[in-house]
Antibody
Framework: QVQLQESGPGLVKPSGTLSLTCAVSGGSISSSNWWSWIRQPPGKGLEWIGEIYHSGSTNYNPSLKSRVTISVDKSKNQFSLKLSSVTAADTAVYYC???????????????WGQGTLVTVSS | DIQLTQSPSFLSASVGDRVTITCRASQGISSYLAWYQQKPGKAPKLLIYAASTLQSGVPSRFSGSGSGTEFTLTISSLQPEDFATYYCQQLNSYPPTFGQGTKVEIK
């Protein structure tokens, strides 16, 4: 059973950089999957931030691309998110998730972390 | 970006009711659509992908249909544990996007 666990500071100052890590257990981050970050502002809907493959290939949401960096550490079986120049609008629960492809080529987000709330405030 | 619009945004129903939620895409997405259930304070849980494929372990009272721009999630007989918020998601093109959610509450 794959498990994902987010960790990182719960409070970040405006204009600072949000940094989170997602530890993967029960499976290898080097498997043929993409590893994503998704966020949810309090009381609102879900927004996909971006993803990384174990090779280091990335895809980002254009709305956040200029501020986002996602990286992978295969030795620690984890991947990370950095979001720069944060404002109060970046306050959200941040989730990490695994995206896989089935035999027909359809993708799905099958495993999610429990989420971690990051508040941007001075 | 592809926009997904769910209807209704809020639904009040009783245990045993048949419930249908609709998701409309701003452009055709073939069958690249998933449905999630989210309970307060929890991560979304995958219910259906490829528009109609039931994820392993999900009760058969959940079903999905549609292709192109219109999709539905149906719960054949609502159970107490089904009261939650439901989201659709398109995976046809980047970036993957979600609907705004449908909250299912007890009547």
């Amino acid at each position: 059973q794959v498990q994902l666990q987010e960790s990182g500071p719960g409070l970040v100052k405006p204009s600072g950089t949000l940094s989170l890590t997602c530890a993967v257990s029960g499976g290898s981050i080097s498997s043929s999957n993409w590893w994503s970050w998704i966020r949810q502002p309090p009381g609102k809907g879900l927004e996909w931030i971006g993803e990384i493959y174990h090779s280091g290939s990335t895809n980002y949401n254009p709305s956040l691309k200029s501020r986002v960096t996602i990286s992978v550490d295969k030795s620690k079986n984890q991947f990370s998110l950095k979001l720069s120049s944060v404002t109060a609008a970046d306050t959200a629960v941040y989730y990490c998730a695994r995206r896989v492809y089935d035999s027909s080529g359809y993708s799905l987000f099958d495993y999610w972390g429990q989420g971690t709330l990051v508040t941007v405030s001075s | 970006d592809i926009q997904l619009t769910q209807s209704p945004s809020f639904l009040s129903a009783s245990v045993g009711d048949r419930v249908t939620i609709t998701c409309r895409a701003s452009q055709g997405i073939s069958s690249y659509l998933a449905w999630y259930q989210q309970k307060p304070g929890k991560a979304p849980k995958l219910l259906i992908y490829a528009a109609s494929t039931l994820q392993s372990g999900v009760p058969s009272r959940f079903s999905g249909s549609g292709s192109g721009t219109e999709f539905t999630l149906t719960i054949s007989s609502l159970q107490p544990e089904d009261f939650a918020t439901y989201y659709c998601q398109q995976l046809n093109s980047y970036p993957p996007t979600f609907g705004q959610g449908t909250k299912v509450e007890i009547k």
